[in-house]
């Protein structure tokens, strides 16, 4: 079992930048995947990126933050990083991060009910 806790968000303006760090309990934290989900008020979650337990070897981003985050993981501080840059206010959503043992990314959109392990979330809020 591992437990999640996310920090970094904030409130920035659009163009600006922020680095959430999902940080987790437990000894195999290299061997879960990680992904960084959102949800904006009114709306679905989605997943931004997930980087694979396999080293990073495999990630994935959404379209839309494709070429503006980044996803990467240090095992030995048990956390990975989302690294946020030219932030728009359509970034504006509550994070989460969620952990799979040993799961496989998708080519496509991750699907939340893959990951049983969930931090609290952290609110980005981006101005215009």
């Known amino acids: 079992q591992v437990q999640l806790a996310e920090s970094g968000g904030g409130l920035v303006q659009a163009g600006g930048s922020l680095r959430l760090s999902c940080t987790a309990s437990?000894?195999?934290?290299?061997?879960?995947?990680i992904a960084w989900f959102r949800q904006a008020p009114g709306k679905g979650r989605e997943s931004v990126a997930a980087?694979?337990?396999?080293?990073?070897?495999?990630?994935y981003y959404t379209d839309s933050v494709k070429g503006r985050f980044s996803i990467s993981r240090t095992n030995a501080k048990n956390t990975v990083y989302l690294q946020m840059n030219n932030l728009k206010p359509e970034d504006t959503a509550v994070y989460y991060c969620?952990?799979?043992?040993?799961?496989?990314?998708?080519?496509?959109?991750?699907?939340?009910?893959?990951?049983?392990?969930w931090g609290q979330g952290t609110q980005v809020t981006v101005s215009s």
């Open positions: 437990g000894r195999t934290f290299s061997d879960y995947t």
């Open positions: 980087i694979a337990w396999n080293g990073g070897r495999h990630s």
């Open positions: 969620a952990a799979s043992y040993l799961l496989g990314i998708r080519i496509g959109p991750q699907i939340s009910s893959e990951y049983p392990y």
